[in-house]
Nanobody, 126 residues
Framework: VQLQASGGGLVQTGGSLRVSCAAS????????MAWFRQTPGKEREFVAA????????WYADAVKGRFTISRDGARDTLNLQMNSLKPEDTAVYYC????????????????????WGQGTLVTVSS
């Protein structure tokens, strides 16, 4: 599976951005996909996850109510709509995919994902 992230950029506080992740190669309906983010000197942080089969979603508390993860099934694309952005949302955003079903208790763990995109930078100015 190859993952290609796009859509990052610079936005002011309170603004919106959408980042997307196009998956190519081997895909399966049982995949889980997720977005993580990372800032310099910090560990990669879970943002949101989507289970391909069933459409279940999970969110980090820090983004709940502001971010929406969704799938464009026709194009095997995972989207993350980010609204009401804050300076603390500034990070490199990475999409990730698992080649097998991830149980609910592990959905937020980076170790559950086997494929990673290259990252896209989101900068929120104050």
């Amino acid at each position: 599976v190859q993952l290609q992230a796009s859509g990052g950029g610079l936005v002011q506080t309170g603004g919106s951005l959408r980042v997307s992740c196009a998956a190519s190669g081997r895909t399966a309906s049982g995949y889980s996909m997720a977005w993580f983010r990372q800032t310099p000197g910090k560990e990669r942080e879970f943002v949101a996850a989507y289970r391909w089969n069933g459409g279940n979603t999970w969110y980090a508390d820090a983004v709940k109510g502001r971010f929406t993860i969704s799938r464009d099934g026709a194009r095997d694309t995972l989207n993350l709509q980010m609204n009401s952005l804050k300076p603390e949302d500034t990070a490199v955003y990475y999409c990730a995919a698992s080649h097998q079903r991830v149980i609910n208790s592990q959905i937020r763990s980076a170790n559950s994902y086997h494929y990673w995109g290259q990252g896209t930078l989101v900068t929120v100015s104050s």
